[in-house]
């Protein structure tokens, strides 16, 4: 007689914002009694049920950090499966509208750019995306060399 074990798979919707300073994007810690554990990210969290994306990432900032955002174009989607759970992840870029970001929900927060983003430990979820921000920083970074000569 064989014995299978089902897993149950949680299916979480997840939106995250790119804040956009200068040349410079926001990153927080999460706390240490959280799934993923001391890692960094890009702030956000899970959507509830009836919100809009744009909605629960506006919610959740406010929440993280206490500043209100404007929710631009969706930057980057991926899908992530972690053991226990599937992760859908959305993120958006963003700029600040009012007040300033304090660790209100969140271990810490650092304003980084792209080359720095390797001192930081992330999820596995965000790899592509991390990819994605250093490609799009070394082409911008080879136009100003270019414009310089």
């Given at each position: 007689m064989y014995?299978?074990v089902?897993?149950?798979?949680?299916?979480?919707?997840?939106?995250?914002?790119i804040?956009?300073?200068?040349?410079?994007f926001?990153?927080?810690?999460?706390?240490?009694?959280?799934?993923?554990p001391?890692?960094?990210?890009?702030?956000?969290?899970?959507?509830?049920?009836?919100?809009?994306?744009?909605?629960?990432?506006?919610?959740?900032?406010?929440?993280?950090?206490?500043?209100?955002?404007?929710?631009?174009?969706?930057?980057?989607?991926?899908?992530?499966?972690y053991?226990?759970?599937?992760?859908?992840?959305?993120?958006?870029?963003?700029?600040?509208?009012?007040?300033?970001?304090?660790?209100?929900?969140?271990?810490d927060?650092?304003?980084?750019?792209?080359?720095?983003?390797?001192?930081?430990?992330?999820?596995?979820?965000?790899?592509?995306?991390?990819?994605?921000?250093?490609?799009?920083?070394?082409?911008?970074?080879?136009?100003?060399?270019?414009?310089?000569?």
């Amino acid at each position: 007689m064989y014995d299978y074990v089902l897993k149950t798979f949680m299916r979480v919707t997840v939106v995250a914002a790119i804040i956009w300073k200068d040349d410079r994007f926001l990153i927080t810690q999460r706390f240490d009694d959280v799934h993923l554990p001391g890692l960094w990210e890009f702030p956000g969290g899970k959507v509830e049920r009836g919100e809009t994306l744009e909605g629960a990432l506006q919610r959740e900032i406010l929440e993280e950090l206490g500043v209100t955002i404007r929710v631009g174009e969706e930057f980057f989607r991926v899908a992530h499966d972690y053991p226990t759970k599937s992760v859908q992840l959305h993120f958006f870029s963003c700029s600040i509208l009012s007040g300033e970001p304090r660790p209100i929900e969140v271990a810490d927060l650092r304003w980084v750019d792209a080359q720095e983003l390797d001192r930081f430990e992330f999820p596995a979820a965000d790899a592509a995306l991390i990819a994605k921000l250093r490609t799009i920083n070394n082409r911008a970074k080879t136009r100003t060399e270019r414009s310089d000569s």
